[in-house]
């Protein structure tokens, strides 16, 4: 009889990933995936949580606030492993990159080496509430294009994972990605996710080489409608809240 092997833990598979790419994926688009980072059942272990009222500090539905439809809930801490894991082992592969945006885009602003110093940055400046969240949409559910800031500090990248899969737990509901140049149209990215994808993407601005140099662009993030079924997803913020 054959055993199923154990995946590898989760820092050692976002160590594994192809990172010169993902930051060249970045640099160029504003987003890159890190395809099947988690496994099926990490994701319906994770989707499950929502049901868990003791995980979370705060629940929001959408439509009260017109953020869109559907609902999401805010994790308290401390976090389920498996969302602190993601936080502790993604920031380090990312704040090299968020420096070098911010040295291109002449903002004065330097991260840490790791998650638990740019907090202790958070905490000192108030904000002390966890931002990681789980998402719930349903039939006709969606999420209007928007930004994570929360407070005063705000580490320029965030990630997401899906954790339904689309097809068979759900229709629609695409990832979209919009960028806004100066004097220019918006540009829409559509992220084609599969269960246990991670995508990282800008939260606010990124830098962009024009004829005269760097320039910023604006991006915002939302969900397409979803069409049929249920669609879960874990939202991974670096940053605290006030």
């Known amino acids: 009889m054959s055993l199923a092997a154990t995946p590898p833990s989760l820092p050692t ?7 010169p790419a993902l930051e060249a994926e970045l640099d160029a688009r504003g987003c890159a995936i890190l395809p099947g980072l988690l496994t099926r059942e990490e994701c319906e272990a ?6 868990v009222g003791a995980a979370f ?4 539905v959408m439509s009260r606030h017109g953020f869109g439809r559907g609902e999401y809930q805010y994790f308290a801490y401390p976090l389920p492993d498996l969302v602190q894991a993601l936080r502790e082992a993604l920031y380090p592969r990312l704040a090299p990159l968020a420096n070098r945006w911010n040295d291109r885009m002449g903002i004065g602003v330097r991260y840490p080496a790791n998650h638990a110093d740019f907090l202790a940055r958070c905490h000192a400046a108030g904000q002390l509430r966890p931002t990681p969240l789980l998402l719930r949409y349903g039939p006709g559910d969606y999420n209007c294009l928007h930004q994570d800031l929360y407070g005063e500090h705000v580490f320029p990248l965030q990630a997401a994972v899906l954790l339904s899969e689309p097809g068979r737990d759900f229709t629609g509901g695409e990832f979209v ?5 100066p004097r220019l149209q918006s540009r829409a990215e559509v992220a084609p996710l599969t269960q246990g994808d991670l995508i990282v993407f800008a939260v606010h601005h990124r830098p962009v080489t024009g004829t005269r140099g760097a320039y910023r662009v604006n991006l915002r993030h939302g969900v397409s409608r979803i069409r049929s079924g249920a669609r879960h997803t874990l939202g991974v913020i670096f940053h605290d809240a006030l």
């Open 13 to 19: 598979r976002i160590a594994d990933q192809n990172w």
């Open 46 to 51: 994770t989707a499950a949580l929502y049901d």
């Open 57 to 60: 500090r705060s629940r929001v």
């Open 177 to 181: 990605l919009t960028e806004q140049r």
